[in-house]
């Protein structure tokens, strides 16, 4: 079955960096695009960062020049380094994959909380 797994999340001052993980297991990772979504309370689930299965990027405009999402296919794992940190990233940050099918289907991460406060 399809598990995808984060981790690295934490509490870091404004300004800091962390480093997300997300372990993913079930599916063929190398051939598909693979994002990451944050949920801050009482607001919807965001888009955070994207990446195909050639390695391009995308990114949220709130985030651009800060964010680095990267996918190592040997490992399963896709990454998210997040710099310069700030309050309002704060957010449970979520790990996602859309397999083919018909209909597609979303899975999610159970998600790792990021909070950024001094």
């Known amino acids: 079955q399809v598990q995808l797994v984060e981790s690295g999340g934490g509490l870091v001052r404004p300004g800091g960096s962390l480093r997300l993980s997300c372990a993913a297991s079930?599916?063929?990772?190398?051939?598909?695009?693979m994002s990451w979504y944050r949920q801050a309370p009482g607001k919807e689930r965001e888009s955070v960062a994207a990446?195909?299965?050639?390695?391009?990027?995308n990114y949220a405009d709130s985030v651009k020049g800060r964010f680095a999402i990267s996918r190592d296919n040997a490992k399963n794992t896709v990454y998210l380094q997040m710099n310069s940190l700030k309050p309002e990233d704060t957010a449970v940050y979520y790990c996602?994959?859309?397999?083919?099918?018909?209909?597609?289907?979303?899975?999610w991460g159970q998600g790792t909380q990021v909070t950024v406060s001094s």
């Open positions: 990446i195909t299965i050639g390695g391009r990027t």
């Open positions: 079930g599916f063929t990772f190398s051939g598909y695009p």
């Open positions: 996602n994959v859309r397999l083919r099918g018909s209909p597609p289907r979303d899975y």
